[in-house]
């Protein structure tokens, strides 16, 4: 009752007459006053907050330096008042996005008042560890919403407060969930983009206290703590390379590993658990925990130095995400985008997965498990097929499914950068002396035969058959010749007669017997040429429904990309192309009138500028032959073709890191949503439908290239451009450059192979080692007693000889007295006369 009479006096003047609400919040700003008493200031601060929502801007222009006195004099003191000062200044602050400029200001105006004193923000760190759970709970959510106004003032008042570190990182061990949740929120906002304040809250066990927290509520599968948790972990690790270094070198990373169920020690030729790579995904939370847990082991696979078995480690669990397990689509495509572009270090075809695939009528349940196989095989049948081999799609192109897809073309991109490898893969789909051509996945989709009406799983694994192919043949003349000589088995090319249904719609002709004089089988250049042909016979058709024109028109786009990247700079290959007839194929669709459509008719003129640019070796079709085809067309026109391409909405799209496009007129078809895997037998969910034209590297190879060969077809026939001839000269200093390189590369590998060796024998060096030591002592101490025996030699040499020198005087005094002196004697002097002569 004490409080309702303080507030009835507060709001009513001295006659008793109401009061307008700037009178009674003057009245109860002046009642903050410390000379007047606790309880009154408590009354009044209780006031001010119920009228602060209604009254935000004459309380904060009135009361504010009262309240601010309030909290840096009674907090501490009053648990109640603290409480009630903190809220009242939380709403004064609080900034609404949706609210009014003027309003949003306002709570930015306050909150500049509040942080206008550093004193302030230094109590408020201090009001977190005070034992109050009001206060605590109070003092975080103001400090948050500090932290959304003026984050950086507040992390400079963070970095010099002699207890803020240490009373966050204590609320993170808090028992109640409420005070320690709001601590995680907190640290998110505050580490956000502050390397110092990151690495300070790393070095005061931040990771530990985080991954506690993590393990402590079920891992993957517990609630929105475990995200928000997840998400401190990362936002202390990205873009911070001492912290990665720091928890590198922690015992958190096989934490880390083992949320999601990986091995964080499984050998390369041994497939992961069926625990790890079979799941359940019912409960969507689980998916976005894991999406976070696979965003932090992309970090740590991407080690700035030469790899090192955790990077390893984590390479392999994104890879085996990405290709042999039942994790969400959208997280396997993740997992393989985040694998690191430096692939050296993981071998991919000794690499042994298992993948499975869903059992129909089983509502994804129950899953079959395929052979074990190397990790390239299964991502190029991935690529070709996509995920579970289309048991589940259907025919459906779905956008999720084609940008995992395209994910794993960039893998196998970065895997076949170094050309040694990219040439092994090609060299395998050469025939050998005596034998057929072994009929790999990637060469059978790519010589796959077009038969209209047009089967889109099939037309989508032969566009992506191009890419991957593209991506062997790219600036190596190498993988160029070999796939040169590539003749496919019979069995694709005998089909020739019954791999397309004419204009007319009638039956195709039958298969003529085969005879003596039988046809050589093609090349691979060669089909591939016939195929562009009929492609573009096919997309003429005037009754061709609208969804299989483009499809056509996909395919074709995929063989004009393939054989633009083949042919540049590889006459051998531009003159096998033109005597295969490829010159017509390509002339018809650049003088098409329709203005709809640039890409094919770009494609095609840039195709043909390459033949004539790269056509250096004598044969059927010349320069010569081209350039008046070159000069009828318009070179104008022909330059107006290929720079139009660039305009296309469907060029423009690519970017660096997904060429995936959404299919414009999509089918929407009423499904029920599907949790957890699907099985083929289930009604198929509403769906994105997607669609690719081209890839970033062939756009990146297109930009760098088309200049030149707008002005190559310019040039007269009988001479040779400059951009030409300075390929050409490039071209072989690359090779050269390349020899010298691989030639180097394998020396080095010799050597480390020795070092290797060599370090293999350590133990016995150290014996050698141990042994010569032992050895120059025993040597040491002999010569020191070879020194002494030497010297007691010379003395006794020094005394014999003063003995003799002795006698000799002792018998010259004997022959002076007369004495007989014996022959010996005399014999001996003698003697001793002729040594001092010599």
């Known amino acids: ?210 991954f506690n927290i993590i393990v402590g509520e079920q891992g993957v599968e517990g609630g929105v703590v475990v995200q928000d948790a997840l998400a401190c972990v990362d936002g202390l690790l990205r873009f911070n390379q001492s912290n990665q270094s720091y928890f590198r070198g922690s015992s958190l990373p096989p934490v880390l590993l083992s949320l999601i169920g990986f091995p964080p020690s499984l050998p390369f030729d041994t497939p992961a658990p069926q625990q790890f790579a079979l799941q359940l995904w019912d409960v969507p939370q689980k998916r976005t925990n894991v999406s976070m847990v696979v965003g932090i082991i992309g970090l740590l696979a991407r080690h700035a130095g030469p790899p090192d078995v955790l990077s390893i480690t984590c390479a392999r669990c994104l890879v085996e995400i990405g290709i042999a397990s039942n994790f969400p689509t959208g997280i396997k495509a993740q997992g393989l985008r985040l694998i690191p572009s430096n692939l050296a270090s993981l071998p991919l075809a000794e690499m042994v997965v298992t993948p499975y695939v869903p059992v129909p009528d089983t509502n994804g349940e129950e899953w079959d498990r395929l052979e074990p196989a190397s990790a390239l095989d299964a991502l190029v049948e991935l690529v070709l097929h996509g995920e579970y081999n289309g048991i589940i799609d259907g025919e459906r192109r779905t956008k999720e499914g084609m940008e995992l897809r395209a994910a794993a073309v960039a893998v196998f991109q970065n895997f076949v950068q170094k050309e040694e490898i990219s040439e092994a893969i090609v060299q395998a789909m050469v025939a050998q002396p005596g034998s057929q051509a072994p009929v790999t996945p990637l060469l059978y989709s790519l010589t796959t035969v077009p038969i209209s009406p047009l089967n889109i799983p099939a037309v989508t694994s032969t566009h992506f058959a191009t890419l991957l192919f593209s991506h062997l043949l790219r600036f190596s003349p190498r993988a160029k010749a070999l796939a040169r000589s590539i003749v496919p088995q019979s069995t694709a090319s005998q089909s020739t007669s019954s791999y397309f249904v004419p204009a007319d719609g009638g039956a195709p002709p039958a298969p003529e017997e085969d005879g003596d004089d039988a ?21 003429g058709r005037a009754d061709l429904p609208d969804r299989e024109a483009r499809e056509w028109d996909r395919l074709c786009v995929g063989y004009l990309c393939l054989l633009i990247q083949w042919l540049w700079e590889d006459p051998a290959a531009v003159r096998e192309f033109l005597e295969a007839g490829a010159l017509g194929v390509l002339v018809e669709p650049i003088n098409q009138t329709a203005e709809e459509d640039a890409v094919i008719p770009g494609l095609c ?19 010569a032959t081209i350039h008046p085809i070159l000069t009828r067309l318009g070179i104008d026109m022909l330059s107006g073709r290929i720079a139009h391409l660039r305009d296309d909405d469907r060029f423009k799209a690519i970017g660096p890191d997904n060429f995936v496009l959404a299919y414009p007129t999509a089918p929407a078809p009423h499904h029920q949503p599907l949790q957890g895997p699907p099985s083929a037998s289930q009604p198929k969910p509403e769906v994105e439908e997607g669609e690719i034209w081209f890839d970033w590297a062939f756009v990146d190879f297109w930009k760098s290239n088309y200049y030149t060969i707008q002005k190559g077809i310019a040039v007269d026939p009988n001479s040779l451009s400059s951009a030409a001839g300075h390929g050409a000269e490039s071209a072989m200093l690359i090779a050269s450059l390349k020899d010298v390189i691989r030639n180097q590369a394998a020396e080095i590998d010799k050597l480390q192979q020795q070092i290797k060796s060599l370090s293999t024998s350590s133990d016995e060096v150290e014996t050698l080692r141990a042994q010569v030591t032992t050895l120059t002592q025993q040597l040491s101490e002999a010569e020191e007693k070879r020194r002494d025996v030497e010297k007691e030699q010379e003395d006794l040499l020094v005394l014999l000889d003063e003995l003799n020198n002795k006698r000799r005087r002792d018998k010259e005094r004997m022959r002076e007295a007369g004495l007989e002196v014996s022959e010996d004697e005399g014999d001996d002097e003698d003697e001793d006369e002729d040594a001092e002569e010599e």
């Open 1 to 210: 009752m004490d409080f309702f009479s303080q507030i009835n006096v507060a709001l009513r003047g001295p006659t008793g007459q109401p009061q307008s609400a700037t009178d009674t919040i003057a009245k109860l700003a002046d009642r903050l006053s410390p000379s007047t008493l606790l309880a009154d200031r408590r009354a009044a601060v209780l006031a001010l907050k119920g009228l602060a929502r209604d009254w935000k801007a004459d309380v904060g222009e009135r009361a504010l330096p009262g309240l601010l006195d309030v909290l840096q004099n009674d907090a501490e003191v009053d648990a109640d008042i603290g409480k009630a000062v903190l809220e009242t200044l939380n709403i004064l602050c609080e900034v609404d996005e949706n609210a009014p400029a003027a309003s949003r200001e306002l709570g930015y105006k306050h909150t500049d008042a509040v942080l206008a004193d550093e004193k302030v923000a230094q109590k408020l760190f201090a009001l977190m560890g005070d034992h109050s759970f009001y206060t605590r709970y109070a003092a975080l959510q103001f400090l948050a919403i500090l932290l959304q106004n003026r984050r950086h003032l507040v992390q400079a008042y963070f970095l010099k407060a002699p207890v803020g570190v240490t009373s966050l990182i204590a609320l993170l061990e808090d028992k109640r969930e409420i005070i320690r949740n709001e601590a995680i929120f907190t640290i998110q906002s505050l580490i956000s983009q502050s390397p110092e304040i990151q690495k300070i809250m790393a070095f005061e066990g931040a990771f530990e206290k985080l």
């Open 519 to 539: 046809d050589e089988p093609q090349t691979l250049l060669q089909i591939l040429s016939e195929h562009l042909s009929l492609a573009f016979l096919a997309r």
């Open 605 to 623: 003129a840039f195709l043909l500028g390459v033949c004539y640019e790269f056509n250096r070796e004598p044969g059927e079709v010349t320069r």
